[in-house]
T-cell receptor
Framework: GQSLEQPSEVTAVEGAIVQINCTYQ??????LSWYQQHDGGAPTFLSY????GLEETGRFSSFLSRSDSYGYLLLQELQMKDSASYFC????????????FGSGTRLQVQP | ETGVTQTPRHLVMGMTNKKSLKCEQH?????MYWYKQSAKKPLELMFV???????ENNSVPSRFSPECPNSSHLFLHLHTLQPEDSALYLC??????????????FGPGTRLTVT
């Protein structure tokens, strides 16, 4: 089967840097995606890593290590609007591409 | 706005009712999905459609019946639901079922309460 582990909650202050980790166990691994979901809102795509290394998009960066089955989302210069849930999701290919989500990490940014 | 709309946004129904959820995407995508989101649980994939053909049914009970009349519209027909079916139901689309599946566009969801 497949499993993804990420912390359930993280708290940080405005202006700080926070890292949300994701470890996974799956067959047919193809890549790792990250999504953000504000309370009452729709999940929105943030980033995707298919290769090892760091991908940077503005204040957000995402990292993948395929050999360690591990990735993380790095949020810099935190703002109050970053308070949301963040989901890692693995893309697998076992005959058909599929996206499987983790349980999500609730990030609370404090002033 | 993600280009995916869902109606209704909120729905309360009794266990003997029949109702339908509607999803429409304005992105020209070829793949559409239904997910169930319950508190403190991962998003659960329910159904996948590609070019109006159902390609996956993730062991979903028959009281949930999807319909995809064209590549822009997706419905979820509900009947004789149980209280444990109360959840947020999310519709999503992606360009296709190839590599693009990593980037899915979600609608705002329908908050369903079964009484």
């Amino acid at each position: 089967g497949q499993s993804l582990e990420q912390p359930s909650e993280v708290t940080a202050v405005e202006g700080a840097i926070v890292q949300i980790n994701c470890t996974y166990q799956t067959s047919g691994f193809y890549g790792l995606s990250w999504y953000q979901q504000h309370d009452g809102g729709a999940p929105t795509f943030l980033s995707y890593n298919a290769l090892d290394g760091l991908e940077e998009t503005g204040r957000f960066s995402s990292f993948l290590s395929r050999s360690d089955s591990y990735g993380y989302l790095l949020l810099q210069e935190l703002q109050m609007k970053d308070s949301a849930s963040y989901f890692c999701a693995v893309v697998t290919d076992t005959g058909r591409r599929a996206l499987t989500f983790g349980s999500g990490t609730r990030l609370q940014v404090q002033p | 706005e993600t280009g995916v709309t869902q109606t209704p946004r909120h729905l309360v129904m009794g266990m003997t009712n029949k109702k339908s959820l509607k999803c429409e995407q304005h992105l020209g995508h070829n793949a559409m999905y239904w997910y169930k989101q319950s508190a403190k649980k991962p998003l659960e994939l329910m159904f996948v459609y590609s070019l109006e053909e159902r390609v996956e049914n993730n062991s979903v009970p028959s009281r949930f019946s999807p319909e995809c009349p064209n590549s822009s519209h997706l419905f979820l027909h509900l009947h004789t639901l149980q209280p444990e079916d109360s959840a947020l139901y999310l519709c999503a689309s992606s360009q296709d079922l190839s590599l693009a599946t990593y980037e899915q566009y979600f609608g705002p969801g329908t908050r369903l309460t079964v009484t």
